[in-house]
């Protein structure tokens, strides 16, 4: 009753405010001087309403998006994930006996024989499975996977009775908690722990290289309370999950831990070590960390939309994002965590790593980010992954790597087979992005400058230059496709590097010598293969004539925003027709055609063609859980539509930060709070009805601030928060605004003579529960 009262005083002063501003405020051309406030302009006035602030508006918001499972998940396409960014379980029922199996994954377990490489000496292995042993056969669930809580909880239901249960991985440490109790009738819980074979998952499509060895069986020892597996490798190493289940008053909980060790065998103490510390906690301490990280995960931006099949969408990949990895541990695989059977069980880098952590900058999910922490953990693999006449002053990297980054050696462009040359630039671009979201420069100076420079000195080795001063690549290959000269995938990211290092060289001062070499092949690169009918071409040599799955030969206009669209009618045509030329074969794409295809669109601002991507993606794609699979679990896709929709809601590439450039006539209502923009901006804004009503953007690095307000109709007022004192703008000729911000400003652009309150709050209410088996 309190707040209400004190919401409705504010809202008579505001409305005072707007009175009296009518009267006597300053005009547009005073306020974009930079005129002195009113003395009546109060800090009440210029503030926003959050309504989010705290835990129990959270837990009510994302509880109503949570996936719930009514019928018994048979998949792990349909079935509950869990996971601390390493290790990770997949609740659903496996084999013939109707039993609920928790299948376990870690992103640290794999193989080091090295015969094969990543995908088969090297590979990721599987580790087995927990089995809820009910006493009867399992005919119903009633499960729901608190986003909020990252915990499952409900009941399972069998021929027996019912039982309670509640699970969750540990967010800081690596135990699956799971307590049960019976809730009715004579059922009671048992484990027990299934062993799965170590052995490459890609061996089921491929046959072995020769000298692959086959590592030992596992052994298995159980007492009346628990149990260890214990896995050696035949490369050295180990692999030990243990588990115990003890009392907890009227539930039965049960703790079970993964190690891994290479090449000492000292698995079998680490997990005894994290299980001892587990229990000392005690469950409700144990309970109490777990939340305490999750609750402090979620607040750090807010992301809402009238589309509850989207906006539970969104949250989901969040929840899978920070499952699946952090900062500390390795870089994701094609699988996340969850490994099943799949014919990729490694990490992919000519699309899937980099599609994987997009969404983590506008979210603010710096500490997620182990891409950047792996590129810099390993910097010195990627110098031997060249042959070693280039290791001097270049790196590089093929298709596939563990989470050391060690691939086969890079092909060099103009030799035979398929050279992929430029997948670590494509990875840097995702390093550069961190370092444009945060403006950190110290990133900018020890990492993505010294990499950067290096990968670009490798392709700096093949170009050679025409009779009329052009530059051209040798043969190189076009991800999913094709070979051939001047690939638009390499040219693009060729140009993107050599423009990314002169604006590097110039912040920093650096001065470099090389820095002319660059503005000539910026200035002197072939143009983009392509023809005035179909638009862009693969390359020189190959024309795109058959249905393709990958953008790769698009990449100069997304993500790397270097071919300009909304400035050259020339470029915007060219995409438009490159788009309808790729999408028009249909035989071979896949889930990611259509989240890159929605960005597309977005980046020509066409909102509903954006959303009609993705509804495809969502009919035809995205399993129950929102998992995906092509020949086996690939979760890029996912994680790429949730990106997709930052597009369609907020862009900032070209320094400029662009608010709804691209909403759907069906998300008349969205809200948008602490959403990070390059330029280390933080943007908040609210669209109802259709019309945006205000944009809120705080400068946390005092970068130049260019504002597209989108539908925000004009003439602007632009104020400083708390205080309400009017901060000077321009309007550009384009119709952006030009704000002159500070480091730590915080301002609010409005409709002029606009003193509402400003809420942040969910867009609309939920309605259908749309993941999971509803």
């Given at each position: 009753?309190?707040?209400?009262?004190?919401?409705?005083?504010?809202?008579?002063?505001?409305?005072?405010?707007?009175?009296?501003?009518?009267?006597?405020?300053?005009?547009?051309?005073?306020?974009?001087?930079?005129?002195?406030?009113?003395?009546?302009?109060?800090?009440?006035?210029?503030?926003?309403?959050?309504?989010?602030?705290?835990?129990?508006?959270?837990?009510?918001?994302?509880?109503?998006?949570?996936?719930?499972?009514?019928?018994?998940?048979?998949?792990?396409?349909?079935?509950?994930?869990?996971?601390?960014?390493?290790?990770?379980?997949?609740?659903?029922?496996?084999?013939?006996?109707?039993?609920?199996?928790?299948?376990?994954?870690?992103?640290?377990?794999?193989?080091?024989?090295?015969?094969?490489?990543?995908?088969?000496?090297?590979?990721?292995?599987?580790?087995?499975?927990?089995?809820?042993?009910?006493?009867?056969?399992?005919?119903?669930?009633?499960?729901?996977?608190?986003?909020?809580?990252?915990?499952?909880?409900?009941?399972?239901?069998?021929?027996?009775?019912?039982?309670?249960?509640?699970?969750?991985?540990?967010?800081?440490?690596?135990?699956?908690?799971?307590?049960?109790?019976?809730?009715?009738?004579?059922?009671?819980?048992?484990?027990?722990?299934?062993?799965?074979?170590?052995?490459?998952?890609?061996?089921?499509?491929?046959?072995?290289?020769?000298?692959?060895?086959?590592?030992?069986?596992?052994?298995?020892?159980?007492?009346?309370?628990?149990?260890?597996?214990?896995?050696?490798?035949?490369?050295?190493?180990?692999?030990?999950?243990?588990?115990?289940?003890?009392?907890?008053?009227?539930?039965?909980?049960?703790?079970?831990?993964?190690?891994?060790?290479?090449?000492?065998?000292?698995?079998?103490?680490?997990?005894?070590?994290?299980?001892?510390?587990?229990?000392?906690?005690?469950?409700?301490?144990?309970?109490?960390?777990?939340?305490?990280?999750?609750?402090?995960?979620?607040?750090?931006?807010?992301?809402?939309?009238?589309?509850?099949?989207?906006?539970?969408?969104?949250?989901?990949?969040?929840?899978?994002?920070?499952?699946?990895?952090?900062?500390?541990?390795?870089?994701?695989?094609?699988?996340?965590?969850?490994?099943?059977?799949?014919?990729?069980?490694?990490?992919?880098?000519?699309?899937?790593?980099?599609?994987?952590?997009?969404?983590?900058?506008?979210?603010?999910?710096?500490?997620?980010?182990?891409?950047?922490?792996?590129?810099?953990?390993?910097?010195?693999?990627?110098v031997s992954n060249l042959p070693e006449d280039y290791r001097g002053d270049s790196v590089?990297?093929?298709?596939?790597?563990?989470?050391?980054?060690?691939?086969?050696?890079?092909?060099?462009?103009?030799?035979?087979?398929?050279?992929?040359?430029?997948?670590?630039?494509?990875?840097?671009?995702?390093?550069?992005?961190?370092?444009?979201?945060?403006?950190?420069?110290?990133?900018?100076?020890?990492?993505?400058?010294?990499?950067?420079?290096?990968?670009?000195?490798?392709?700096?080795?093949?170009?050679?230059?025409?009779?009329?001063?052009?530059?051209?690549?040798?043969?190189?290959?076009?991800?999913?496709?094709?070979?051939?000269?001047?690939?638009?995938?390499?040219?693009?990211?060729?140009?993107?590097?050599?423009?990314?290092?002169?604006?590097?060289?110039?912040?920093?001062?650096?001065?470099?010598?090389?820095?002319?070499?660059?503005?000539?092949?910026?200035?002197?690169?072939?143009?983009?293969?392509?023809?005035?009918?179909?638009?862009?071409?693969?390359?020189?040599?190959?024309?795109?004539?058959?249905?393709?799955?990958?953008?790769?030969?698009?990449?100069?206009?997304?993500?790397?925003?270097?071919?300009d669209v909304t400035t050259s009618r020339a470029n915007r045509d060219a995409l438009t027709?490159?788009?309808?030329?790729?999408?028009?074969?249909?035989?071979?794409?896949?889930?990611?055609?259509?989240?890159?295809?929605?960005?597309?669109?977005?980046?020509?601002?066409?909102?509903?063609?954006?959303?009609?991507?993705?509804?495809?993606?969502?009919?035809?794609?995205?399993?129950?859980?929102?998992?995906?699979?092509?020949?086996?679990?690939?979760?890029?896709?996912?994680?790429?539509?949730?990106?997709?929709?930052?597009?369609?809601?907020?862009?900032?590439?070209?320094?400029?930060?662009?608010?709804?450039?691209?909403?759907?006539?069906?998300?008349?209502?969205?809200?948008?709070?602490?959403?990070?923009?390059?330029?280390?901006?933080?943007?908040?804004?609210?669209?109802?009805?259709?019309?945006?009503?205000?944009?809120?953007?705080?400068?946390?690095?005092?970068?130049?601030?260019?504002?597209?307000?989108?539908?925000?109709?004009?003439?602007?007022?632009?104020?400083?928060?708390?205080?309400?004192?009017?901060?000077?703008?321009?309007?550009?000729?384009?119709?952006?605004?030009?704000?002159?911000?500070?480091?730590?400003?915080?301002?609010?652009?409005?409709?002029?003579?606009?003193?509402?309150?400003?809420?942040?709050?969910?867009?609309?209410?939920?309605?259908?529960?749309?993941?999971?088996?509803?």
């Open positions: 009753m309190k707040r209400l009262w004190t919401r409705w005083i504010m809202r008579l002063m505001a409305g005072s405010v707007a009175l009296a501003a009518a009267c006597d405020g300053p005009t547009a051309l005073e306020s974009s001087a930079g005129s002195s406030a009113p003395s009546h302009v109060g800090a009440f006035a210029w503030s926003l309403d959050d309504t989010m602030s705290t835990d129990a508006a959270w837990s009510s918001y994302l509880g109503g998006l949570d996936p719930v499972w009514r019928s018994v998940p048979t998949s792990f396409y349909q079935g509950p994930f869990l996971g601390n960014g390493a290790l990770g379980a997949s609740v659903y029922q496996t084999g013939a006996a109707k039993r609920i199996s928790f299948k376990l994954g870690d992103t640290r377990v794999r193989d080091h024989q090295g015969t094969g490489g990543s995908l088969f000496g090297n590979a990721r292995l599987p580790i087995g499975e927990l089995v809820l042993n009910t006493a009867g056969d399992v005919s119903d669930v009633d499960l729901r996977l608190s986003l909020w809580d990252a915990e499952l909880s409900g009941t399972v239901t069998t021929t027996k009775g019912v039982l309670s249960v509640r699970a969750y991985v540990h967010a800081q440490r690596d135990v699956l908690v799971v307590s049960t109790t019976v809730k009715s009738g004579a059922e009671k819980a048992a484990w027990s722990f299934v062993p799965a074979q170590a052995r490459s998952p890609r061996l089921d499509f491929k046959p072995a290289p020769d000298g692959l060895k086959t590592n030992p069986d596992p052994v298995l020892r159980t007492s009346g309370d628990g149990g260890t597996c214990t896995q050696n490798l035949a490369a050295g190493g180990q692999t030990v999950s243990q588990w115990q289940s003890a009392p907890d008053g009227k539930a039965q909980t049960l703790l079970l831990t993964v190690a891994h060790s290479y090449p000492e065998s000292t698995a079998a103490a680490a997990a005894s070590k994290t299980l001892a510390a587990a229990r000392t906690k005690g469950a409700s301490g144990l309970r109490a960390e777990h939340l305490g990280w999750w609750h402090a995960f979620y607040p750090k931006s807010f992301v809402s939309m009238s589309d509850t099949r989207f906006e539970s969408f969104y949250w989901i990949q969040l929840y899978k994002m920070a499952s699946a990895t952090r900062r500390d541990r390795p870089v994701l695989s094609t699988t996340g965590p969850w490994l099943e059977k799949t014919p990729w069980p490694g990490v992919w880098w000519n699309l899937n790593v980099q599609l994987e952590y997009w969404l983590i900058d506008a979210t603010n999910h710096r500490e997620l980010d182990s891409l950047t922490a792996s590129l810099d953990r390993y910097r010195e693999n990627l590089g990297m093929a298709r596939t790597s563990q989470e050391d980054l060690v691939t086969a050696t890079v092909a060099l462009p103009g030799s035979s087979g398929d050279p992929e040359v430029g997948n670590l630039i494509w990875a840097l671009h995702n390093a550069w992005l961190g370092y444009r979201h945060t403006m950190d420069d110290g990133v900018l100076r020890d990492l993505v400058f010294p990499l950067l420079r290096k990968s670009v000195n490798f392709y700096l080795h093949f170009l050679t230059k025409d009779a009329a001063g052009v530059y051209h690549l040798p043969r190189t290959f076009s991800p999913e496709y094709a070979s051939t000269a001047d690939c638009n995938y390499d040219l693009a990211l060729l140009r993107w590097g050599a423009s990314t290092l002169l604006a590097a060289d110039a912040r920093l001062g650096l001065h470099d010598p090389l820095a002319p070499t660059w503005q000539d092949v910026l200035e002197h690169l072939a143009p983009p293969p392509q023809d005035a009918t179909n638009g862009f071409w693969i390359g020189a040599d190959v024309q795109l004539t058959s249905s393709h799955r990958h953008y790769s030969h698009l990449l100069g206009f997304y993500p790397l925003y270097e071919l027709k490159s788009m309808a030329h790729w999408l028009g074969y249909t035989g071979a794409l896949q889930g990611y055609t259509f989240t890159g295809s929605a960005s597309m669109y977005a980046l020509l601002r066409e909102g509903d063609k954006a959303r009609g991507q993705l509804v495809t993606l969502f009919d035809k794609y995205v399993q129950p859980n929102t998992m995906y699979k092509e020949s086996g679990p690939v979760i890029e896709t996912p994680l790429s539509g949730a990106q997709s929709m930052h597009d369609m809601l907020l862009q900032s590439w070209g320094n400029t930060v662009r608010v709804f450039p691209a909403v759907p006539a069906a998300w008349a209502d969205v809200t948008l709070h602490n959403v990070r923009a390059e330029g280390a901006f933080v943007v908040s804004a609210v669209r109802r009805g259709g019309k945006t009503q205000f944009i809120r953007i705080k400068s946390l690095a005092g970068e130049p601030c260019r504002i597209d307000p989108g539908n925000l109709p004009g003439p602007y007022d632009v104020r400083a928060l708390p205080d309400g004192r009017p901060v000077p703008f321009t309007t550009n000729g384009d119709g952006t605004l030009q704000v002159v911000l500070t480091r730590n400003d915080d301002v609010l652009l409005v409709t002029r003579g606009n003193t509402s309150n400003w809420t942040i709050a969910p867009a609309g209410k939920p309605t259908n529960r749309f993941w999971g088996l509803p």
